[in-house]
């Protein structure tokens, strides 16, 4: 792999861009694929992971799932779990992973559902984080950034997906 983190998005901090590089080093040395099912951020993660260069096979694919019905008709989640529960919970963030597994050839899986700002939706910067390795139990973290607007939370996501995914190719 000759890629330099440099290469990516000046927008995004060059301790996130150094990180996604790592991890997707640790991807190719462990010849693991990723996946991600992101729904506040927007497929911003999956920007960020293809913006590597020299590791596009550890980049499964992503699935953006913003809206509930996009969560159903992707992932395979319950609508009736939707209903229940609301897409911002920890139940809807393993639902996330697992479908992201199911319906992938990935060998782990990271969700990504919150509340960015303070749309009165619920609290802003409450993230919920699912991560999953196939045939492997699935974890849910919790994160409350604040209410430190829509772009901080966004990139302060990128930074907790990425570690979440590195812990798990341990």
Known sequence: MNASPKTISPAIPS??????????????????????AESCTGGLLAALLTDIEGCSHAFERGFVSYTDEAKAEMLEIPPDLLNRVG?????VAEAMVFGALA??????????????DDSG???P?????????????????????GDIGRGAVRIACLSTALQLIHRRME
Not at 15 to 36: F, G, H, P, Q, S
Not at 103 to 116: E, N, Q
Not at 128 to 136: A, M, N, Q, S
């Open 15 to 36: 301790d996130i861009a150094d990180m996604a590089y790592e991890v997707l080093k640790a991807a190719c040395d462990r010849n693991l694929r990723v996946a991600t």
């Open 87 to 91: 897409a911002v919970s920890r139940e």
């Open 103 to 116: 319906r992938s050839h990935a060998d782990i899986a990271l969700s990504i559902t919150g509340y960015t």
């Open 121 to 123: 939706d619920g609290e």
């Open 125 to 145: 910067g409450l993230v919920f984080f699912g991560i999953g390795r196939f045939g492997g139990p699935i974890a849910v973290e919790e994160r409350r950034f």
